[in-house]
Every structure is written in C-alpha cells, then in structure tokens.
C-alpha cells in the first residue's frame, strides 16, 4: 500500500478509556517538568510527591471503569490495533499503578532524608510507569519497544540519581550499555519477525502463522529467539542477568524497589503477550528456549544469593530466582499459565517493594549501610519492624499463610498440568536452596547479640508501604481467593 | 455427624492462646498461665472429641466432624476437616505434647515469644491431622516448619543456627516431592473428570493411574513423609536437631511432628496409591528394618541422652513404618498406637532429660553417673519409661509392638523376623543407657542433684498413667483405631493382604 501525498492521512479511531492511564502518568509527568520550568521557587517534595500519588490513584480509578468495560463488551484493540484492552492488562496496569504509589512514598521519606532537591525523582518515575503501562497494552511489536525505552530511559537517570556515589553512576552505565544492547536486540528481532510475517501487529503475526506454513522457518525461529533474549535481559533472566546485582546494589535503594516490581510486570506482560498470544502457534519451538531459561534462572539466582553479604545483591539474586518462577508460567503457555504469571506479579511487586522501603530505612542516612550485618538483632530492638522484615523474607521464601506460597502454587500447577512436573520440581528445589538465604537473613533479624546499633528511623509514608505490604502478603496469603479469581478472570478476558 | 467446629475449636483455640500470650507479655507469668490455660482448653476439646467420636457415620468411611468448604475454586483450596480413628490419636497426642511440653519444658528465656510459638506450633499440628484434603494438608504440614525453626533458631544449644537451618532446608526441600506430588494428583484427576480442581482426599482416592505413575507418585510422597518421620537414609537431620532443640521443642520434634510423616505415609501415600503398594512393599520394609537396626546400633554408641533418643526414635519409627507398610491390618492398627505410644513414650523420656539438664548443665552420658541414689523418682520414672519402650508385657509399647511384628509376621515373614531383632536391641540400648546414667557411685556434681519437685512429679505422672493404662486395658484405644484401619485396608485391599 502506498500513501500518496495528495491522500488524506487517515486518522485511526482512538478508544480514549484504553490509553488513559498512559495519558494521566505522562500528563502527571510532563505536569511537574512544566511546574518545575515556570514556578519560581523549587517544588518542594510534598508536592511532587502528591501529584504523583495522585496520579497513580487516578489511574487505579481508571483500571476500575476499564475492566467494567471490558466485562460488558469484552476485549478490544483500538488505535489501529496497536493497544489492546483487555482483562490481562487492566490487572498489569493496576499492579503498576499500586507499585507506583508504594514506591513513590518510600522514595519520598527517602528524598526528604537525602534533602533531594526538586521534582525530577516523580518525574522520570512517572514517565517509566507510563512505560511500563504501554507495555502491558501493547498489541504490537514496534509499540512494545516504545514502551520498553520509555521505561528503560527513565530508569537508567533514576538509576544514576544518587549523584555523591560513584557506584550509582557505574551501575547507571552498565545498565545504559547493556539495555541499549538489549534493546537493539529486540529491535533486531522485531525486523526479522517482521520479514518473516510481513507484519509487527501481534494479532496479525498469530493470525498469519496460524493459516500459514513456514516453509523456511529460520527467519521467524532468529527473530522469535533475539525477541526472548531481548525480555530475557530485562527480567534479568540467567544467563542475561549479570547486570542486575550490580545496578541493584549501585541504584539509589526506593528505586531498586520501584525497578524490581514495574519492570518485571511491564517486561512479563509484554513476553506474555508475544510468545503466547502472537508466536502462540510455535510453542514447541521456544518451550525448550523457556525450560532452559527456567531451569538457570531458578537455580543459579538462588545459588549465587547464598554468597553475597549485601541485602541489596541478595535481593537481586532473589529476584532473578523469582523471575525463573515467572517464566515457570510463560513456559506453561496455557490459560492457567498466564493467570499463574499474573498472579505471581500481582503478588510479588508490593511484597518487594514493601522489603526495600525496610532496606532503605536500614540503608541509613548516605544509603551505605547495606550490609547483612546492619540487620543484626533488628527485631529485638524494634520488634514489628523485624517482624514485618521476617514476614516479607518468609513470603519470598515461599511460606504458606503469605502470598508468595500461592505465588509459586499458581506456576507450578499450570507447569506440572503442562506436564512439566520435573521442570516445576527443579524449580522448587531452587526454593529451597532460596530458602537458606532467606531464613540466614531472618535468623540475623533474630539475632541474641544487643549490638550497639542506631534505631532505625521508620518515617510516617515509608512505615505506611511497610504495613500495606505485610498485610497483603499476609491478608491474601490466608485468604488468595480474590486475587486468584482476579487473575483467572483477567485472563480468560485476554484478547486473542 | 457430629458437629465439626469440636475441630475448628482446635485449630483456634491454640491461636487465640498465642495472641493472648503475645499481649500478655507485660506481666510476669501472665503469658504462660495464658498458654498453659488454652493448652488445658484444648486437652479438654480433645477429651470430649475422644468421647464424642464416632466411626459410624453413614456414607462418611469411619470419618465425623466433617465438613468442606471451598476458599479458593481456581486453586482447589479449601477448608476442609474430618477425624477418623486414625487421626483421633494423633489429635489427642498433639493435645498431650503441648499441655506437658510446656509444663515441663518451660523455658524463662523471652516466654511470651516462646509459648506463642509453641502453641502456633499446636495449631498447625492440628490442622495437618485433621485436613481432608491434600492441599490443606500440604499447608499445614509446610507450615508447621516455620515455628518449629523459630523454636529452635531462638532457644536452642550452642549450635542451634545450624541446627534450625539444616531441620527447615531438609525437611523444606523434601517436601517439594509432595507439593508437585499432590499438585499432579490433582490435576490428572481435573482432566479425568473434567470438572473444579479439587484435592479432597475421598474424591482423588478414586483417581484412575498407571501403574508406574501410581510408583512415581508414591516416591514423592514417600520422600517427604520418611524426611520429616524420619526413615532411614533421610534421618540425617535429626540427632544434631534433636540435641539442640529445647527441651519442649525437641518433645514436640520427636514426639510429635515426627508422627506427622509416618501418618501422611499411611494417610496418603499407603491410602491413595494401592496399585503402587505390591511394588514399594520390599524396599520401604526393608528400609524400615535398616532403620531399626541402625538406629539401635548407634543408640548404643550415643555420647549424649538426646541423641540417644535421636536413634532410638529412630528405631521406633522403624517398627511404626514396618507396621504401616505391612499392609496387614493387624499390624495397621499396631503402628497406629505404637504413634501415640511412642509419643507419650518420647514425652517421659525428653522431659527427664530436660530435668537432668536442668540439675547437671549436662545430658552427655559422660557428665553422669549413679543418678538414681541422689534422684531415686526420675530413676523410678525413666525406668517406666524405658521397660514400655523395650516392651514389656502389661506397659504400652508391648500391646504395639506386638501387634506390628505379629501381623507382619503373617504376611512378610522375614521382615518380621529381622524386626523382632530390635526388640532385642532395644533392651541392649537402654538397659545399657540405664546403667551408665543411673547406675553406679554418683560423686561430685551427680551427688548433689535434687530429686524431682513436686510440680515435675506431677508432670511425670499423667505419663506413667498412660503408659501402664495402655499396657493393661488398651481395649478403648483399639475400638477406635480398628475400623478406620480396616476401611484404609479394605481400600487398598486389591493389592494388600487383609487378615
């Protein structure tokens, strides 16, 4: 199809309810960077901060009205197929905009304590949530890129905040390097998958491999595997991961936290989106890719924690090892995969959160003091802080009565019902060996030696996120069956 | 049917308990009376559940209380309860543990901490015996780890960090094989009927499967329960725990939690895979009887008494596994009580030598000698206790351990042979620990140690009582226990041999 010049450029319909969260985070966004251009004086934290939790409640209000759309007349795409609207990513977007909220209040007392200047911390979180949500909703290749360098680009500047250490900037450059590299490699993929296809639309690459026969299937099979490799380096699955521990440990605490939850919900949904909805059809050929990633993901993230000494690289490798469980999901590819992936992101982002706002606090002053040792006998000097440490670290680990049990449920049941009963036992013996590093931290929680340590400073915002978190580890880890009917409910309204 | 909050009642009572004991940490002794208070509560819930029950009920397999309701439809989760004969005694022992644990093992140190967790502990327990379905079940059982790691890592000897790791990571990693176990039972069970994913125990004992899945199966169950029993090779965990663990959490480890592998072994891997059974018979019995000798092998070389127990559990735990694995209903019903009778039996023996520690600083056998001139009652008490673990006619462990080696005896003649060895060895064992203990000069230090206190006198008691009325007239306990056992029987029948 050629566009002659003299041709009216015709004007896709826009389904405004579908983009409106993207519009309210990058409206929020572009609100502040405006206020901050034409107000005289600096805008002071509380201000920055509100808008943006406004922002993000607005957004939860609009994921409301979505999905009672999308409950009376189903899934639908609009601007020419590019966005999708669908049970799947109202949820994702919901979970973006409830980890925006909790982390934005953490990264507030921690501005405050830090006498951080301005608004360009909520700005650049705005901007990358936005991201994050265009993943989720993206029904096409090209658009999914979009979203994925909106939120790589916010993050690598929030990584680089902490301007007084070097190790935030060196973290900062090796996220820079290696997430352009990944980039270029998805973008690689996206062109070879087009050449295969004739076509970016996600809808449109199943529909054509579903009423076509590759007779040359390399293309598709180059491009489909530089796509996954590309997602693979995001959620920082092994081997793509050697990144990870060190920008979590360089970036500023709040937003290692803010990174580790709407990453892995953005860059989850859009892996979901493409392996299972548009290379649906070639499930055979990237199962083994899965189960390889699977079976290195879980293992070696779970045994490279046990050497680290640093709460924030033990915590990367955690999340590695969670990742691995996440894709335990996508490897299942079924309905009850996708749901078993929904609601493990659902559950882990505030569990997550909740655990690096208590890093942040016990980071101190300087965010330095990351060391094991600096938990030594917190939960005798400040019980309910320890114990909701224990609670997050025991939900991580997998223990019943906490959502991360029914996390780690929902993937191995859509595994093991694919068959994959031996994949889901290796990844559970993964939990396991977690699980020593889990509980060595809980047990230093729990310490008996009274070593001469500071209190611990728990700001009225921060002790906020902590408690909202605990109690949904522990609410919905009594009680899952709300949020598993939310995510089984979101995912059988999946568009196609 | 009876009316099934009786077993919500012992799954809440504990738990209110702990809260109180919580709140109650202002007062000096007001969290422990609070905890000893809804211990009693739920000695007497158990009592009347005892008299309560009933293994009649139409159409409900000698099952009462019952009840389900359904938590969660896309996980398959659900509440769901029922007590049979079998889970009975198990109910009643956890009531037993945790009233005498707790009188006898108070431990001073952070009470209101430690007696919660005790009695969550209880709670868990107690749910995992009276789930009825497999996912509950699997809850429960996972969850009983977490106080368990707390009671250890934070009241433990000397090396209890390592102790408490290496009981959870073990025990942690074996039940994996369960989950995906159950998981898999579950879901082939969905795709055969097509219907909600559901893990009640009376709908997928009908599950069809081959007969290498039902092999499969019954390993990854199998593995868990012979961790937590423990079976013979997965025993390694436990003497370091053992001997670490505080007094009340090595009571509740071995008298207890231990019960909750050699009851999920017959409970669900021996009662939901029949057609596994004619194939793991020869290697689950042989690794029962390796279990006993090997035990009483190294009970008699043990340096210290809890370690000692440690092996001679697992001993014990031999004989219960050979009885559950007989497939004989004699020998059934023998393991069964041999459960509670080894629990109580555990309950005397770590609670001596918690007094012994407690008087000396010590439980190596080394540190002690002639105990029974200076402490002729604990003398006494121990000797009770140790004649109802060889065995003797008129105290309990001989009514058990009769039944188990008769009735394997019958069906699987040299196992029962070999297994009759350890009677033998058993009396080696503790006659020998006897003498080395309680015998001989006491100088110096075990001189000086004073005899029972009228409190632990009174603590001892109820055990003594149990452990003679069981010998004498155990009529009441194997009414119970009988027709439950014959209904699992009968289940399995197809490949088992009922006499």
């Known amino acids: ?496 | 049917m009876h009316s099934s909050l009786w077993l919500s009642a012992l799954l809440v009572v504990p738990l209110l308990g702990a809260a109180g004991a919580a709140f109650g940490r202002s007062k000096q002794g007001l969290s422990y009376a609070i905890a000893v208070a809804s211990a009693a509560v739920e000695m007497a819930i158990g009592v009347v559940i005892f008299l309560l029950y009933n293994a009649h009920v139409a159409g409900a397999q000698t099952f009462d209380f019952a009840t389900r309701y359904v938590l969660s439809a896309p996980f398959g989760l659900a509440y769901d309860v029922a007590l049979d004969g079998i889970s009975l005694f198990m109910v009643e022992l956890t009531a037993i543990v945790v009233l005498l644990a707790l009188l006898g093992g108070r431990d001073k140190r952070r009470e209101p901490s430690f007696v919660s967790w005790l009695l969550i502990l209880t709670s868990f327990t107690m749910g995992s015996f009276v789930a009825h379905d497999l996912l509950e079940f699997f809850i429960f059982f996972e969850l009983t780890l977490v106080p368990c790691y707390f009671i250890i890592a934070g009241w433990g000897g000397r090396e209890k960090n390592k102790a408490a790791l290496k009981f959870f990571i073990y025990t942690f990693s074996a039940s994996a094989f369960l989950l995906i176990g159950i998981l898999y039972l579950g879901l082939a069970h969905q795709h055969q009927t097509g219907g909600a994913l559901t893990f009640a125990y009376g709908v997928l004992s009908s599950t069809s499967m081959t007969h290498s899945t039902a092999i499969w199966l019954f390993t990854a169950f199998a593995i868990a329960f012979a961790a937590k029993a423990p079976i013979w090779p997965l025993h390694t965990w436990s003497p370091l725990t053992y001997a670490e663990a505080p007094t009340a959490g090595s009571i509740e480890l071995s008298a207890l939690l231990a019960k909750l592998g050699s009851y999920g072994l017959l409970r669900f891997a021996v009662g939901l895979f029949p057609l596994a059974l004619a194939d793991v018979r020869p290697v689950m019995l042989t690794l029962a009887v390796i279990g006993i000798i090997y035990g009483s092998i190294l009970a008699c070389v043990a340096k210290d008494l809890k370690r000692f127990v440690a092996y001679s559990s697992l001993a014990q735990m031999g004989f219960i596994t050979l009885g559950v694995m007989s497939g004989s209903k004699i020998a059934t019903v023998g393991a069964v009580l041999l459960m509670f009778n080894h629990g109580i039996i555990t309950i005397g023996f770590f609670l001596i030598i918690g007094f012994i520690e407690q008087r000396r600083g010590s439980y190596q056998v080394a540190d002690l000698q002639g105990l029974q001139g200076p402490a002729p009652v604990l003398a006494g008490v121990f000797t009770v206790v140790m004649l109802a673990s060889i065995g003797l006619p008129g105290l309990s462990g001989f009514v058990s351990e009769y039944l188990i080696l008769i009735g394997t005896f019958a069906v699987h003649a040299w196992w029962g042979v070999v297994g009759a060895f350890g009677v033998v060895a058993a009396a080696v064992y503790l006659l020998w620990a006897y003498q080395r203990v309680f015998q001989g000069r006491a100088v110096g230090a075990n001189a000086a140690i004073p005899d029972a206190s009228t409190k632990e006198r009174w603590v001892l008691v109820p055990i003594v009582v149990l452990i003679v009325v069981l010998g004498v007239f155990p009529r009441p306990v194997l009414d119970r226990i009988s027709p439950s056992v014959q209904q699992l029987i009968e289940h399995v029948a197809p490949s088992g041999v009922t006499k």
């Not at chain 1, 034409?38 to 939860?60: D, E, G, Y």
């Not at chain 1, 994050?132 to 993206?138: E, F, I, R, W």
């Open chain 1, 1 to 496: 199809m050629t566009v002659s010049a003299s041709a009216p450029i015709v004007i896709p319909s826009i389904h405004y309810l579908a983009i409106l969260p993207v519009i309210i985070l990058f409206g929020a966004s572009l609100l502040l960077v405006f206020l901050t251009a034409m107000v005289r004086t600096k805008i002071t934290q509380v201000a920055a901060t509100a808008v943006t939790c406004a922002a993000s409640l607005a957004v939860l209000v609009v994921t409301y009205f979505q999905w009672r759309c999308i409950d009376k007349s189903g899934a639908s795409t609009t601007i020419a197929h590019a966005i999708v609207l669908d049970g799947f990513s109202v949820v994702a977007t919901g979970v973006i905009a409830v980890s925006l909220l909790l982390a934005t209040l953490v990264a507030h007392d921690w501005a405050v304590r830090e006498r951080v200047q301005g608004a360009e911390y909520q700005i650049l979180a705005l901007a990358a949530s936005a991201g994050a949500v265009l993943m989720t909703q993206a029904n096409d290749l090209i658009v999914i890129f979009l979203g994925l360098e909106i939120l790589s680009l916010g993050l690598y500047v929030l990584v680089a905040f902490d301007r007084h250490r070097k190790t935030s900037a060196e973290a900062a450059l090796k996220y820079f390097l290696l997430g352009g590299f990944a980039s270029a490699i998805f973008i690689y993929g996206a062109a070879l998958v087009y050449g295969a296809t004739g076509t970016t639309n996600l809808t449109t690459i199943a529909y054509f491999l579903a009423s076509n026969v590759v007779l040359h299937p390399g293309l598709l099979y180059a491009g489909g595997a530089l796509l996954i490799v590309g997602f693979a380096f995001k959620v920082a699955a092994v081997p793509f991961h050697l990144w990870s521990p060190d920008v979590y440990e360089g970036a500023p605490t709040p937003v290692t936290g803010f990174m580790a939850s709407i990453v892995k919900v953005g860059a989850f949904a859009a892996f979901v989106r493409v392996v299972i909805s548009a290379l649906g059809t070639q499930m055979e050929t990237w199962r083994p890719i899965l189960w390889a990633l699977v079976v290195l993901t879980t293992v070696v993230g779970a045994s490279l924690a046990l050497l680290q000494r640093n709460a924030k690289r033990i915590l990367a490798y955690s999340s590695i090892n969670h990742a691995g469980f996440i894709l335990l999901g996508i490897w299942a590819g079924t309905v009850r995969g996708v749901a078993g992936t929904l609601f493990y992101v659902i559950t882990y982002a505030p569990t997550v959160v909740a655990t690096f706002a208590i890093v942040t606090l016990v980071g101190g002053l300087g965010d330095e003091n990351h060391s094991i040792d600096a938990y030594r006998g917190l939960a005798r000097r400040q019980p309910w802080l320890g114990a909701s440490m224990a609670v997050l670290l025991l939900s991580q680990l997998g223990a019943p009565l906490t959502t991360g049990f029914y996390a780690k449920y929902s993937v191995l049941a859509a595994a093991i019902d694919q068959g994959g009963s031996a994949l889901a036992l290796i990844a559970l013996l993964s939990a396991a060996i977690a699980a020593f590093f889990y509980l060595r931290w809980a047990m230093t929680l729990y310490a008996d030696e009274t070593v001469e340590a500071a209190r611990v400073v728990v700001p009225r915002a921060t002790g906020l996120v902590v408690g909202v978190g605990v109690a949904m580890t522990l609410v919905f880890g009594v009680w899952p069956g709300p949020l598993a009917t939310l995510a089984q409910h979101a995912t059988l309204l999946f568009n196609p």
